[in-house]
């Protein structure tokens, strides 16, 4: 279990393993950097992502957490046309956490976003 493994620093710890994995995938000291910001830790995962463009950003507050929301379009070389995506970010005490929406074309996003917007709308911490 996570929370028992974190201990007194687990906030810190939980930040280390985010950037050991985050560099292993080339945005680990981006991450690292910027751990406390939701905004940075959003723009350093939409610029670890090849294929992002037409990013359009915005703060969002919900149940007592601040966070920040990007919406994109994803360039696909396969598909020869680009695909929505979003992703958004709040700090908690415990470090940064992304959600983020994908799908297999702008289509199936688009069928998905409600979902995506009722989690952003009930994100609260426990």
């Known amino acids: 279990m996570a929370r028992a ?3 007194a620093d687990g906030g810190a710890d939980r930040v280390r393993r985010v950037a050991a994995f985050g560099r292993r995938h080339g945005v680990g000291a981006r991450v690292e950097r910027c ?3 939701a905004g940075a830790v959003l723009r350093a995962f939409v610029a670890a992502e090849d294929c ?3 990013a359009k950003y915005r703060n969002f507050r919900t149940d007592g957490l601040s966070g920040v929301r ?4 994803c360039s696909s070389r396969v598909l020869n046309e680009g695909k929505k995506e979003s992703a958004l970010t709040v700090v908690t005490p415990r470090g940064p956490v992304v959600l983020h929406l994908g799908g297999l074309d702008s289509e199936e996003h688009e069928e998905m976003l409600p979902a995506f917007e009722l989690a952003q709308e009930t994100l609260h911490t426990t």
Do not use: E, L, P
């Open 70 to 73: 990007v919406d994109y379009v």
């Open 5 to 7: 493994a974190d201990g």
């Open 35 to 37: 751990s406390g910001d």
């Open 52 to 54: 992002a463009g037409r």
